[in-house]
């Protein structure tokens, strides 16, 4: 065999080889792809349900108020002032310190005032000594006029002397009861239950009675009362509340929820101020914790009454579309459906539902803006399929403002 014949069959066994190789790969590769959509319709389809969190419109009773900004005045207040001129000799009091009626707050130097009583004291004493002896010698001159033993004129000059001296007594008396008073007026005590405030002279200064700053301001703080405004048209419904009943007020820090203290309705003031159209009233709160405080802006929450077994629903539920409130309702079949809501007063996180749902249905909560009608959701949280709904409760929170309703329709 020739070199040219060995190389042309070495070359014809490589080229069956490579077909042989080529054959075998294609007849796998058609394997592969006819298995591919057998296996790709095995595996499991990713859920295209929307997780969302839900919960259940309930009936519960919800307290409908009105809301005014006020500010809290002293039930009373007294500013604590020197009557007489003097020394102040000594303060009793601690500034912030609680005191009662009746208690010191400060002395001034009662010496002059003691003196001037002691004299008015022996003043009368003399005068009362003077129309002892005037009347005994009265006394003779009537024995003695009948026997003509005595004239008429003197008798008429010691009855005169008598009356003067009477007269005399009775302006003694007066003196006394007026130094007596200058003299208890050098111990200042407190005309009221209240607190001190920053005291305003030092032991040592001479005060006087004209003086006008003062001594200390005491205030009282248990109860207390707020002024606040509300608009001229609330006025028939808080006299209806009224008529019911004592009104709860209640007073809230400037965040508007926390609450400072309760109270009730002291009076609506008798006139409308026009040129606001709001109305004065006044409250009273017992203020035991002594959270409220004089000059203090609160806000004013007034109940009107309480609304019994309403659909409530947390505001994070609700929608706002162009033409008005809408929630999300979860259906048997796990599809959402747009419920337009008319809304009543709103609470600090709780709404009132007027009309638009019932009692036990499931609302959406969260992820609102991926749904539509008709998308399938799959509940993470919020309620357990076909259990019952909780039972109602009043919420804890306070109306703090009435929301206009509206139609809803979805957006």
């Known amino acids: 065999m020739s070199g040219s014949q060995a190389s042309g069959l070495r070359h014809g066994h490589r080229r069956g080889w490579l077909a042989v190789m080529g054959a075998a790969v294609l007849i796998g ?60 000799e ?23 005032y003691k003196a001037a009583l002691d004299q008015a004291i022996g003043t009368e004493a003399k005068d009362e000594a003077q129309l002892d002896e005037a009347k005994r010698d009265l006394a003779r001159y009537q024995v003695l006029a009948p026997h003509n033993l005595t004239s008429a004129q003197t008798l008429d000059v010691q009855t005169a002397l008598v009356a003067q001296l009477t007269a005399q007594l009775q302006v003694d008396r007066a003196l006394i009861e007026s130094a007596r008073t200058q003299f208890d007026y050098t111990t200042i005590t407190s005309p009221i239950n209240g607190r001190t405030g920053i005291r305003l002279v030092d032991p040592g200064n001479n005060i006087h009675a004209t003086d006008t700053t003062g001594i200390v301001m005491v205030t009282q703080m248990q109860p207390i009362s707020a002024v606040f405004t ?33 109270g009730t309705l002291a009076l609506v003031d008798n006139q409308i101020d026009p040129t606001t159209a709001t109305v004065r009233l006044k409250a009273t709160f017992p203020n035991t914790k002594e959270t ?17 077994g309403v659909i409530t629903l947390p505001t994070v539920a609700v929608e706002h579309g162009p033409a008005g409130e809408f929630a999300y309702v979860v259906k048997a079949d796990s599809t959402v459906e747009v419920r337009p809501l008319h809304l009543g007063p709103e ?36 309620y357990v399929e076909n259990a019952k709904p909780p039972p109602a409760a009043a919420p804890s929170a306070e109306v703090a403002r009435r929301v206009s309703p509206a139609a809803a329709a979805p957006r």
């Not at 009936?59 to 604590?80: H, M, Q, W």
């Not at 912030?96 to 208690?103: I, R, T």
């Not at 992820?367 to 009608?373: A, D, F, I, K, S």
């Open 29 to 88: 590769l058609s394997g592969w792809l006819a298995h591919r959509p057998a296996a790709a319709a095995a595996a499991p389809r990713p859920d295209s349900a929307v997780a969302v969190d839900t919960t259940i419109a309930t009936r519960a009773d919800v307290p409908l108020y009105i809301e005014g900004l006020g500010n809290v005045i002293a039930f009373y207040t007294s500013k604590i002032t020197s009557r007489v001129d003097g020394e102040l």
């Open 347 to 382: 609470t600090d996180g709780t709404v009132v539902v007027l009309d638009g749902l019932q009692g036990g249905e499931h609302v959406v909560t969260s992820n609102q803006y991926r749904l539509e009608p008709g998308t399938r959701v799959h509940v993470i949280s919020g």
């Open 230 to 262: 509300l608009p001229e048209d609330e006025l028939g419904r808080v006299n209806e509340a009224l008529a019911a009943g004592p009104v709860t007020v209640t007073a809230l820090a400037r965040d508007d929820s926390t609450v400072l203290d309760r």
């Open 292 to 308: 409220l405080w004089p000059g203090q802006f609160v806000n004013v929450r007034v109940l009107l009454r309480q609304q019994r």
């Open 90 to 112: 000594r303060v009793a009091f601690t500034e912030g310190q609680h005191v009662k009626k009746g208690d010191l707050l400060a002395q001034i130097d009662p010496r002059p």
